[in-house]
């Protein structure tokens, strides 16, 4: 098929898709936001943004003014790419249009992991201006600093449709950093996103997302990721600071055998949040493995934390640990852990937890000759430190200090 | 030195303990026999202050204070410290952040390493406080804690039970060296009061005061090693009546 039949094609299933209700979450309605023609400048030196600009996204994880630890950057203002570089070889960092022009090939992976009819979310995407980035790291190549990609919601009451394909080729290890912040700190704004992860034979990609939104921003996420024959996929998700309304529940098929999908979460919201967060992985291939784990912290939000783990092959092997903790009088907590095995021979199990500190292990710390307030700030620090097996040091600390950021406004 | 007057403690509304009175005066350690459900933890609970055991009647005053309304933290800082019995597993807690909470921050860098070291916990340090621990790896690691809390009082609850024999022998050190065993009694500060089932932790670290209690109250005073053969040979019963009648007071 050619490239623009191929697109027509996309373009007509996804009208069929623009009013399909989500299966999850509050419905958005998409008329409340607007688009827009304006498009910021492209800067090749990410550090001449505004200070303000980059600030907000330093909280996510984005650092542009020294960028000597990252292998490349992409940022993306609104619907349009306003820097993308690379300082490594073996990895190529773009606009995913100008890849989409660059390579025949990427039809083959376009759609492929997410369906363009899933929702109305996805559809709006197809239909509407969007942009978003292709990280692609080629084959046996090693990158030791992550690329970090910032998308970036400039404009009041936008919405900001992102398509994003990240390819890991056989034998390769990529590393990335996705912050997602907001210019503005009080106004709406409805941030619709579609990743297609592709890890092939041997590859291994650490994905680490921060999340760093405003009070009144809705978010829809929609992710698919395809991990071929020892392929390892590790997500680390961070979310602590407000936003009015997030769901997504990405979905992860191990096709090849031994394949490995580790997920993260740590959860962290206030009064007024809701959050729908999920993970779900199928374990197709024989040995493939999976591991999740989710952290949530209400302070008066509403909090659905979900897993599923299904398993279709022998000697799969997998585990849901997903633990909540109520502090303060209000909120919710509502685990949803999920199990399917399909034949004989599989290791799935789960635990899931919810409550609120427990007294005893307070009091365990107070006769240590910590107060009551000093115990708990103690034990929930402890309680978001997910140690995260296969993260690379300079991540594991950054995302550590991420955390410990963060922890502040939760005390 | 440690003083409790008449002292009466209710968990839940329920009366466990009643009219007890014990001194223990600097640089001693004391030891508690009795039978299950008598109420010996209470007692420790209780002189650590932890709320579910309310003190009804009576007090409890630490050098020279009465801290009978103080809560567990202020008692602690006051220099009161408690090695658990079975101690809550705290997920995401590590065993050298506890440590470290102990020390106040107030020792060189490498004093977790040493604390370690000492306790044979090296490997502990960097796991989730008591998840998985053995018996015996959970009764050093309250001990490494409180060698890093440095308290003057020092409550154990059963510092043996669970414990095997090489176990049991490193703990007596660590104990001796909480207790400040190795300091002349004259400069020795520290005391220890221990709940015993067995005896086994007698010989191990010198004590020099036993107590058997009883129905909630402390039924007679002695030596602890008479106490022990007494209980060993005709069992609690007739150790509490041997001492029937007699009030109990301090030597």
New interface residues.
Partial sequence: MSKTNASRNYKDKAKTAADKVAALGEDIDLSKYVSSDEKPPYRDNPSSLPSKAKKQMLDAGIMLDDTSQRSGTYIQMDNTPVHSSVSQDGVEVMPVGQAMEQYDWMADYWWQAVAVDQDKYTANIELNQYSGYFIRSLPGQKTVFPVQACLYLAKDKLVQNVHNVIIAEEGSELHIITGCTTASREETGLHLGVSEFYIKKGAKVTFTMIHSWNPEIAVRPRSGVIIEEDGLFLSNYILMKPVRSLQMNPLVRCVGDNAVARFNSVLVTGEGSSLDVGSRVILDARGAKTEIISRAITTGGKIIARGYIEGNAPEVKGHLECRGLILGEKGVIHAIPELKGNLAGIDLSHEAAVGKIAEEEVEYLMARGLTRDEATATIVRGFLRVDIEGLPPLLAEELKRAVEASEKEVM | MLEIKDLSVAVEGKKIIHDVNMTIQNGETHVLFGPNGAGKSTLLMAI?G??KYRVTRGSISFKGKDITGL???ER??LGI??S?QR??V?????TS??VA??L?GSEDDDAIGKLADKADLGEFLER?INYGFSGGEIKRSELM?LLA?KPELTLMDEPESGVDLVNIVLIGKLMNELLEKNCPIQYRKCMGLIITHTGHILDYVNARTGYVMCDGTIGCVGDPHEILTTIREKGYDECIKCYLGRVPTHE
Avoid: I, L, S
């Fill in positions: 650590m932890f709320p809560t567990v933290d602690a800082r410290g408690m658990f101690p809550p705290v997920r995401g807690v590590k952040d506890m909470a102990c106040k989730d804690q809390q």
